[in-house]
C-alpha cells in the first residue's frame, strides 16, 4: 500500500527475491509504473490495482504511506487488513504546505504503538523504516548480490508475526535485528 519513494524499490526487492508482490497507491499510475519496474527488474511479474486488492492479497501487507495517512487506509479498507500482519516503516512526519514537518506522536507513545492504536486489529512489526529508499535499494540489492549485508532492526509485540517477516527482511539483502517490542521502536 504506497508506491511511492520507499514503497517502490522495497516492493523490486521483494519481487527479485521471488516474493508475490502486488503494489497499490491512491494513484493507480503510480502503482502501476511500480510495479512495471519490479517486473522488470525480477525478470518476472508484478501486479498493481486499488488499494483494496492489494489488502485483500497480501498476507503481509506493507503500509508504505504517509504517517498521516493511516486513519484514511483505515477508513477506506474499512476492516480488510483485521488479524493482518501488517509492515509499519512510517515515520512521524507530516507535509505543511509543502514542507516536511516533524508530528509530535500523542500519549506518549513510541510512533508503531500510536498507529497500532489507529489500525486496531493488526498484527503490526515496524521495520524498513531507518534507510533512506536510495539507501535501502542499494543496500538491498549489495545484499541479494552476496555482498556485506546491512543490519534492518525490527521491533513488534506479536512474535508469531515477528517471525514471519524476517524472511522478507533477509530476503530483501539485509541482516534481521530483533530490537525487541513496539516499546522499544524507534
Ligand atoms: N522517503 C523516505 O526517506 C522514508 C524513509 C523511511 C521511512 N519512510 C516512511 O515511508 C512512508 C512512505 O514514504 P514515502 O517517502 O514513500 O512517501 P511518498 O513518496 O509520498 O509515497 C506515499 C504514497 O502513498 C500514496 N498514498 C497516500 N495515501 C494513500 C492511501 N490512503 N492509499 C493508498 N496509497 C496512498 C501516496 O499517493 P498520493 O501522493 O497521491 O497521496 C504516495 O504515492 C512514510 O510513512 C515515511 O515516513 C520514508
Given at each position: 500500500m504506497g508506491s511511492g519513494r520507499l514503497g517502490s524499490p522495497l516492493g523490486r526487492l521483494l519481487a527479485v527475491a521471488g516474493h508475490d508482490v502486488f503494489f497499490s497507491d491512491a494513484d493507480p499510475a503510480r502503482a502501476a509504473a511500480a510495479a512495471s519496474a519490479a517486473a522488470s527488474a525480477a525478470d518476472g511479474q508484478a501486479r498493481g490495482g486499488e488499494p483494496g486488492q492489494a489488502a485483500r492479497f497480501g498476507e503481509?501487507?506493507?503500509?508504505?504511506?504517509?504517517?498521516?495517512?493511516?486513519p484514511a487506509v483505515v477508513a477506506e479498507l474499512d476492516g480488510m487488513l483485521a488479524g493482518k500482519i501488517v509492515v509499519d516503516p512510517s515515520n512521524p512526519i507530516g507535509e505543511r504546505d509543502g514542507a516536511a514537518v516533524v508530528?509530535?506522536?500523542?500519549?506518549?507513545?513510541?510512533?508503531?504503538q500510536y498507529q497500532q492504536h489507529v489500525l486496531g486489529d493488526v498484527r503490526l512489526v515496524r521495520t524498513f523504516n531507518?534507510?533512506?529508499?536510495?539507501?535501502?535499494l542499494e543496500?538491498?540489492?549489495?545484499?541479494q548480490r552476496g555482498g556485506a549485508r546491512a543490519d534492518m532492526p525490527y521491533w513488534g509485540d506479536d512474535d508469531e508475526a515477528k517471525k514471519a517477516v524476517v524472511p522478507l527482511i533477509e530476503d530483501a539483502g539485509f541482516t534481521a535485528i530483533d530490537g525487541g517490542g513496539l516499546s522499544e521502536a524507534l
Open positions: 503481509v501487507v506493507v503500509l508504505a504511506v504517509g504517517w498521516e495517512e493511516f508530528v509530535a506522536v500523542p500519549g506518549g507513545l513510541t510512533s508503531p531507518t534507510k533512506y529508499p536510495n539507501e535501502l543496500l538491498g540489492i549489495a545484499g
